[in-house]
């Protein structure tokens, strides 16, 4: 019986022997690779997808789920990185304390007595440790071996230029969603197709733009400013910058002031850039003429005075090239009299001013101005001079670009022209009538732009496709009146050698919290092109109360501060947008460009001005288009309307 006893013991111990060296060969000796599916659901694979390639729609790849974003040369401006999410299953967890220890080995962030808590819940099954974590964080919680603690496969968005049109991309949530920006309003489009979503961003003129601006708001010091570039004739948006702004990695850590848009939410009065709205309005609606005069003697209504802020260079009297170039309010306020409050009213509503710039951001704001009960002959004026409505610097920069592509209304975007995105928007030729479209096809044909034949034009541009608001031969008149702002009048240091810039200065003084304007708090505004003798880019720039210098000699108008930062800006920009500077035909251009300050009367026409009766036959030439207006000399209103 012993025998037999020590028989089965010798043979328990062979089969234990032969089960401890199986065990160290193959765990100590020659210890095999887990195989993939083994630890597959603990550690996911980590995609590797290159933006740009063309596989990034083969579903056999592994894919990130949320688009890329471009700037129209293919630089990243948005995407998606692969993270994990850390979570537990307390119930399978034994010592809740060692295990936060181990974790804050690889996560120092952990908050220890959270963690803890976290993991001391019996009735919990899943509960979250740590979001967004590396690659290489996760490996290493892994090989801590810790049973109970599992990874979920994420995505973390990342702006590799951080403050770099921060504005425009806007921002994701923790859920990867869209919240702001074109995150927001793409966000189907991100997260349906693989393909990068190409902007029309220039991240080169966007880094110029906002440089200098701050350079301006630094020497300013503005509470706010903002600067645009936009095509005017695809209405692409080249740059569009806003101040203060934010790293758009640390989107929820910026300050309300830095989260506000002023490009296209800031509601502010435009002050005398409006005066080209005004100008544009009563030439094409026959109103005046460029020879018709107008009065810039300061209006009484009530206890208000229309006024100029300088007069020492004005005659009782100017031109409407006058009016532009020296910027009268006065005289602005009588042409807008003539037009009168009702067309006044279509043509902003036909330019779009009353309505949100339709861009592709959801912050878009809604334009302030007065419901037509009150639109008296007060309003008629003061809106006639950039007072009484308020606009996003886009509105401003899309109405310029429509007084000198010819007369098309573009439609602002942020998406590049020759890109394969659906645009949403509707036909933009569809409120055109026979008549316009006709024009439009004539204007097309001809070629009919000013200074067309002028030497080194700029590079061939498309042909604006909208709705046509002004004639060709309007817009053609406006560009060199534009011109004239820059050459002779208050926009003199927006000047740019060779780039041929014409534009508009505004200042309008602030309205305060409780209503009623500030005096010297001002909006100051530049609104600009060039160049004109082959109009290509709108480029505009806003302060928002700034202060004034030495060098301003106490001035905060635009003339002393933006004007100068649109030079600046033109001038780097230009040769990255492959308009390069033509001084060796300066001349020959500019006498295309020229208009005379007072342009002289063609014969069978009797100005408006000093002593013409608008009852008087001979003020009523069949040449002149639309009803005669009344003279500027009757047209200050007795009392406020």
Not at 86 to 104: G, M, S
Not at 166 to 174: F, K, P, R
Not at 417 to 438: C, G, I, N, V, Y
Not at 493 to 511: D, L, Q, R
Request: hydrophobic share 40%; glycine share 8%; charged share 20%.
């Amino acid at each position: 019986m012993y025998v037999r006893l020590l028989g089965v013991a010798a043979g328990f111990c062979a089969v234990y022997a032969a089960v401890a060296l199986k065990l160290t060969y193959a765990t100590i000796l020659n210890p095999k690779a887990p195989e993939p599916h083994q630890i597959q659901p603990l550690v996911p694979e980590i995609p590797h997808i290159d933006p740009r390639d063309s596989r990034a729609g083969d579903l056999s790849l592994p894919q990130i789920r949320r688009a890329s974003i471009i700037d129209r040369n293919g630089q990243e401006l948005a995407i998606s990185l692969p993270v994990a999410q850390v979570y537990a299953n307390p119930q399978e967890l034994i010592n809740p304390e060692e295990i936060a220890k181990k974790l804050r080995t690889v996560l120092p962030s952990l908050d220890p007595d959270e963690t803890v808590r976290r993991l001391s819940m019996p009735h919990r099954q899943f509960v979250y440790l740590a979001r967004d974590i590396t690659p290489a964080q996760e490996v290493a919680i892994n090989n801590l071996g810790i049973p109970g603690i599992y990874f979920e496969p994420s995505e973390r968005r990342h702006y590799p230029l951080g403050l770099t049109a921060a504005h425009v991309l806007g921002a994701v949530d923790i859920d990867d969603k869209g919240i702001a920006g074109v995150e927001r309003f793409f966000e189907q489009r991100l997260t349906s197709s693989h393909a990068p979503l190409r902007l029309s961003l220039d991240v080169r003129v966007q880094g110029v733009v906002r440089e200098e601006l701050a350079k301006a708001k630094d020497e300013f010091q503005p509470i706010g400013a903002s600067a645009i570039v936009m095509d005017v004739n695809t209405g692409e948006v080249i740059a569009m910058v806003s101040l203060p702004d934010y790293d758009a990695n640390n989107f929820k850590k910026a300050t309300p002031d830095e989260r506000f848009n002023r490009a296209v939410t800031g509601m502010y009065e435009p002050g005398s850039t409006f005066k080209l709205q005004t100008a544009a309005m009563a030439l094409q609606l026959g109103v005046a003429h460029i020879w018709d005069r107008f009065s810039s003697i300061p209006i009484h209504i009530g206890r208000f005075t229309i006024s100029d802020l300088k007069t020492d260079h004005f005659s009782p009297w100017l031109s409407l090239t006058e009016v532009m170039a020296y910027s009268s309010n006065p005289a602005a306020a009588h042409i807008a009299l003539d037009v009168g409050g009702e067309r006044q009213r279509e043509w902003l509503r036909n330019m779009g001013f009353f309505s949100p710039v339709p861009i592709e951001l959801p912050e878009a704001g809604r334009p302030i101005f007065p419901a037509i009960r009150n639109w008296g002959i007060s309003t008629v004026m003061t809106v006639g001079f950039g007072h009484g409505v308020a606009e996003p610097p886009l509105a401003i920069v899309r109405g310029t670009a429509a007084t000198v592509n010819g007369g098309i209304l573009v439609r602002p975007t942020l998406l590049a022209a020759d890109s394969d995105e659906d645009r949403t928007d509707e036909d933009p030729k569809k409120d055109a009538t026979p008549l316009q479209q006709l024009a439009e096809r004539k204007a097309a044909e001809s070629g009919s732009t000013a200074a067309s034949s002028s030497p080194a034009p700029a590079p061939s541009a498309a042909t604006p496709v909208g709705t046509r608001v002004i004639s060709p031969e309007n817009s053609a008149l406006l560009r060199r009146i534009l011109r004239l702002d820059v050459v002779k009048g208050t926009g003199k240091t927006a000047e740019s050698p060779g780039y041929f810039v014409g534009g508009k200065t505004g200042t309008a003084e602030k309205i305060g919290p409780h209503g009623g304007y500030l005096k010297h708090v001002n909006i100051s505004a530049f609104t600009g092109i060039f160049p004109m003798n082959a109009p290509r880019y709108a480029v505009y720039v806003m302060l928002d109360s700034p202060h004034a210098t030495p060098k301003t000699h106490g001035w905060t108008t635009a003339a002393w501060n933006a004007a100068p930062t649109v030079s600046r800006i033109i001038t780097r920009v230009g040769p990255m947008l492959q308009i390069f500077p033509d001084t060796a035909h300066a001349a020959e251009i500019d006498a295309k460009l020229a208009i005379p300050l007072s342009p002289p009367v063609p014969r069978g026409y009797r100005a408006l001005g000093p002593g013409n009766d608008p009852g008087d036959p001979r003020n009523r030439q069949p040449a002149r288009a639309g009803k005669p207006g009344r003279t500027a000399a009757a047209a200050a209103p007795a009392q406020p309307g």
